[in-house]
């Protein structure tokens, strides 16, 4: 009788967890699908000023300022693709990838700092059967997240390895590290220690990565870094061609 009422419990929970999901997934989509209007519309407006303001020679105050409402509409743009991606559900377009060659252009395409070091370490060819475009986003928004904890620089390690039926990419920042008490609502919803941002990031990183059938975790001490592991089911290397 005690564990037929602790699985109804464990159910309750679990249909309470995705009702709450699903309420915010609908205004999600509401508040982004109002955003979007407005900001089209404010983009047009800024190109014209930008346009009607090069003709008659800017001062470098309207040039710095027509540059930062583009940044914060560029921003504000972002938030909103993040809100609608959140809202919908997971797609994933699966070919054969070597996650090495992913992990190598996601950091390529990620801005890095100069006072960052990016090592490799043992990182040998690793094949999953996955959707480039969204691991690369996944990877991306770690390696971004490991840069924001690291404001004064230091190094960024990251390290593959094939074990059994998965392989593992482990992600290591010398940041700061995350306080104990935030490490269980990392992956929540709109939960965010940043002065920017929505807190959407690693939520959809770990749709991605679950989508995939793998699994995100996240271990830090404060003062001491954080630790980005993602485990992802392996595929067999493409057969080399018979010769002719």
């Known amino acids: 009788m005690q564990e037929r009422t602790r699985e109804l419990e464990k159910t309750h929970s679990l249909l309470v967890e995705a009702e709450r999901l699903a309420a915010i997934g609908r205004m999600a989509t509401q508040v982004a699908h109002d955003l979007r209007n407005p900001l089209t519309t404010m983009k047009t407006g800024l190109y014209y000023i930008r346009e009607a303001a090069s003709t008659k020679g800017q001062d470098d105050r309207t040039s710095q300022t027509i540059r930062s409402m583009e940044a914060a509409m560029g921003h504000a743009s972002r938030i909103v693709d993040q809100l609608l991606e959140f809202s919908r559900s997971m ?93 269980p609502k990392l992956f929540e919803p709109f939960f965010t220690t940043k002065a920017k941002g929505m807190g959407l990031g690693l939520t959809i990183s770990r749709r991605i990565v679950e989508a995939h059938g793998g699994t995100m975790d996240i271990s830090s001490k404060e003062g001491e870094g954080t630790v980005v592991v993602i485990t992802l089911p392996a595929s067999a290397p493409p057969k080399e061609k018979d010769p002719l």
Request: charged share 25%; proline share 6%.
């Open 91 to 183: 797609e994933v377009k699966r070919s054969r990838l070597r996650l090495d060659a992913v992990l190598s252009d996601a950091v390529k395409t990620s801005p890095i700092p100069a006072n960052v070091e990016v090592v490799f370490k043992g990182v040998p060819p690793m094949y999953v059967e996955g959707d480039a475009f969204k691991l690369i986003k996944v990877f991306q928004n770690v390696i971004s997240n490991s840069i924001d904890a690291m404001p004064e620089g230091g190094k960024l390690q990251i390290s593959g390895e094939a074990s059994g039926r998965h392989v593992v990419v482990r992600i290591l920042d010398t940041g700061r590290g995350i306080p104990k008490k935030d490490l």
